[in-house]
């Protein structure tokens, strides 16, 4: 009989927070900018540079912490974390070892079994390396520093998922929450929010762990879900052949499913830790934790709550407006300017949903104004134009954010309101379908849904399909 095994999964993840500077300079934090552009003596490391603390990295760390049940380090203090490495200009990272921001919190997650808490070890601050640009046509490697000394984040979890729906949950629970409170936009193909997955696995029932490895490289929950099932099944077909499991860093290659081997794991010995002697350690009082705790928004769980009971929303509906910060704030704009909150939510949910969709974009790339959303809502409301044509005016305002009200205008797409003018295209249409007439009178109710169908042709939309329907049945008699 082959033994079972359990999975033991802890993540480390890196966040990049949304300040407009650096965490020890005046350097901007823009991505996308010209290579070595936002750079200056202390983020490219030069001697005698001097690192001044960005103070708001620590209010964002602090809402975070808060957010995520901490104890907060009213005393902490920077390390510098000894290493060489093109990308790190000083030969150290600023880091914190020995007293985080934060330890000992929690985050709840929803699973398949239950609801479950995640431990979160620590949170710590910490700076971002350089990147390295790999130029195979000129067969060299450059470096690029503009992100050499953007702040970070790195949320430490206890060792508590399972497989990788946890693991996802977690990481969606995190994304959320952070989004929430505006500490990071969290886009993972743009590398600010990072993953590194730590997993062993050991036979069922037993309380020790195994052997664990570290993977990186992962920069989608698509290529996280594939990278902890690779690694479970090498672990196992390992153990199962006689062999061991050894601790080491391994690379992901989502391409081709597999992970390699990049060098055995560090421990913190490795790195040579020592408190950082330019920079004085960080006071935080219980005045300045409240005041971050004052500010904390209305978080995912509570917003759910008020949009079933201020809104009148289903929970499923209430949910996925409030998966993402800027989908719910569309929502609740445009609902105070139309007061319409289903009829904003359906919008959301079906039109927005899909045309994100079809573009392979996230909610947070919508970028239309809810103005123009709650003109158009009211269009439909007044009967000025029919949900056909209000399709095609919401896909416009979704791509051009165009106001409804001017489209509607310039295109003449208003309704024809005209009885006169309906009743004689009708009448038209019943003329030049004598069968279907017949039909309908034999019985036969589909032959109805033909001839409005040709009406609405003819009226190129323009007309309201019910009041077409109503007046066709009395000239049918």
Not at 182 to 193: I, N, T, V
Request: hydrophobic letters at 35%; proline letters at 4%; charged letters at 30%.
């Amino acid at each position: 009989m082959s033994r079972q095994y359990e999975t033991v999964i802890g993540l480390e993840v890196h966040v990049e927070l949304a300040t407009k500077t650096k965490i020890f300079c005046g350097c901007s934090t823009e991505f996308g900018g010209a290579p070595n552009t936002h750079t200056c003596p202390v983020c490219t490391g030069m001697p005698g540079s001097l690192p001044v603390l960005n103070r708001q990295v620590v209010e964002y760390a602090l809402a975070v912490g808060l957010a995520a049940n901490c104890q907060i380090n009213q005393y902490c203090k920077f390390d510098r974390k000894n290493y060489f490495y093109p990308d790190n200009p000083q030969n150290y990272q600023i880091s914190q070892l020995y007293l985080p921001i934060c330890h000992d919190g929690w985050v709840e997650i929803d699973t398949a079994a239950g609801r479950k808490k995640v431990g979160i070890h620590e949170i710590h601050m910490e700076e971002d390396a350089g990147k390295l640009i790999h130029d195979e046509w000129e067969d060299c490697s450059l470096v690029d520093y503009n992100r050499s000394g953007v702040p970070l984040i790195e949320i430490v979890s206890e060792p508590d998922m399972r497989n990788a729906e946890e693991v996802i949950a977690y990481l969606e629970k995190l994304r959320l929450m952070i989004q929430y409170l505006g500490a990071s936009d969290c886009k993972l193909q743009e590398g600010s929010m990072r993953a590194d997955v730590n997993l062993s696995v050991r036979e069922a029932g037993t309380a020790q762990m195994g052997t664990r490895t570290e993977m990186k490289n992962l920069n989608s929950f698509k290529a996280i879900a594939r990278a902890i099932e690779g690694e479970r099944k090498r672990q196992i077909e390992l153990l199962e052949d006689g062999k061991k499991v050894v601790q080491e860093t391994r690379r992901w290659d989502d391409n081709k499913e597999n992970s390699y081997a990049m060098r055995s794991k560090e421990d913190a010995q490795d790195y040579r830790y020592f408190p950082d002697p330019d920079l004085t350690p960080v006071v935080i009082s219980d005045e300045w934790i409240q005041e971050i705790r004052d500010r904390q928004p209305e978080m995912y769980t509570e917003k759910v709550a008020r949009y079933q009971e201020e809104f009148q929303i289903p929970e499923y509906d209430a949910r996925l407006l409030a998966s993402s910060k800027h989908m719910a704030d569309v929502f609740e704009e445009t609902t105070a300017l139309c007061k319409k909150p289903k009829e904003v939510s359906n919008w959301l949910m079906v039109e927005a949903m899909r045309l994100l969709k079809d573009r392979g974009q996230d909610p947070e790339d919508m970028a239309f104004s809810p103005g123009n959303l709650a003109k158009l809502i009211r269009l439909v409301e007044s009967a000025a134009i029919n949900r056909t044509v209000a399709k095609t005016v919401f896909e416009e305002i979704f791509v051009n954010d165009i106001d409804p009200e001017t489209y509607v205008e310039e295109k003449g797409l208003r309704m024809v309101s005209d009885q006169g003018a309906l009743k004689k295209v009708i009448q038209e249409i019943l003329a030049a379908n004598p069968q279907s007439v017949a039909d309908y009178r034999g019985g036969k109710e589909k032959a109805m849904g033909f001839l409005v169908g040709q009406t609405m042709r003819a009226m190129k939309g323009k007309a309201d399909p019910a009041a077409v329907n109503k007046l066709m049945r009395e000239l049918l008699g």
